[in-house]
């Protein structure tokens, strides 16, 4: 059973950054594609990026949302059993919970970060 817990939400100005980190246990991590979904408020959760077992530069390489690309960077450090988000240029709509899972999606979820994008 891997536990996922998120971490690095909190409230940031229109065009500022923030990066959320996932840290994870078990094996299963560093052998897993990995996600992270954000669920905005009154919206069903969606999914936001992914990242193949062997990171950005393997063969499958990383999927963004239209939304979030150009904008949004997921990484993780397998020996660290952690996944990262980079966020800048955060727009008010980024404002959500966001969650990493595996990709695709298991059934069982962390408690997620909020980010709230407001001025």
């Known amino acids: 059973q891997v536990r996922l817990v998120e971490s690095g939400g909190g409230l940031v100005q229109p065009g500022g950054s923030l990066r959320l980190s996932c840290a994870a246990s078990?094996?299963?991590?560093?052998?897993?594609?990995m996600g992270w979904y954000r669920q905005a408020p009154g919206k069903e959760r969606e999914f936001v990026a992914s990242?193949?077992?062997?990171?950005?530069?393997?063969?499958?390489?990383?999927h963004y949302v239209d939304s979030v690309q150009g904008r949004f960077t997921i990484s993780r450090d397998n020996a660290k059993n952690t996944l990262y988000l980079q966020m800048n240029t955060v727009k008010p709509e980024d404002t959500a919970v966001y969650y990493c899972?595996?990709?695709?999606?298991?059934?069982?979820w962390g408690q997620g970060t909020q980010v709230t994008v407001s001025s």
């Open positions: 078990g094996s299963a991590f560093s052998m897993s594609a």
């Open positions: 899972n595996f990709y695709p999606a298991r059934s069982s």
């Open positions: 990242i193949s077992s062997g990171g950005s530069s393997s063969r499958c390489g990383t």
